[in-house]
């Protein structure tokens, strides 16, 4: 892999957006129809969540051991993106440009989508309503916020799916995700930490080697 990460601006309909990507060694392996691609999506951007969140990163640096093309990016209002949050609608946007923009830049055949608390929202919605259109292979969700948003309609979800949670969640209902979660038709390979919050202080490193154990 390269040794650093590089932020530009992207376009979109709705104005710019900033991207972090970091690609493989040479642009051969980048062609290469076996490369693996990511997108990451950050949680909730009006109380501070950006790319640069910790488990965001934490979630890139495991992807990226693993061989994975990474790109995280900021959601509009965020950071140097432009706009104005749109409540998870205008942000599956958002999320669509940029795979857009991924695939035809790497050329990749293979696509999972990630995302943390409200990336997870953003990343499961975009799946519901356009996977047509952008051939997800895999999901991974980082306590995905159920009860704070609407998640009806979301399953089934048929791709593999890797849910990672907290059990001392402080922000969202571990026990109402695993209700809604057990309820889909389908259910994705769970990985509990009994003692994580929200933001898995002090659990980043497990939640790194569960990523790595996943994929």
Known sequence: MNTKSVTELI???????????????SEGEESHKTVKLVVLSHPHPLYGGTMSNKVVTTMERA?????YVT????????????????????EQGDLVEVVKWAKARFKSSHLTLAGFSFGSYVTLKAYQEFNKMLGVDALCTVAPPVGLYDFSGIHPVKEPWVLIQGGKDEVVSAPDIMQWVMAGEFQPDIYWRAEASHFFHGELIWLKKIILLAY
Do not use: D, W
């Open 71 to 90: 790109v995280a990016y900021n959601f509009r209002g965020v950071g140097k993106s432009e706009g104005e949050h749109n409540q998870g609608i205008g």
């Open 63 to 67: 992807f990226q051991s693993l061989g």
């Open 11 to 25: 376009p979109s309909p709705n104005g710019l957006i900033e991207i972090r990507y970091k690609g493989l060694s």
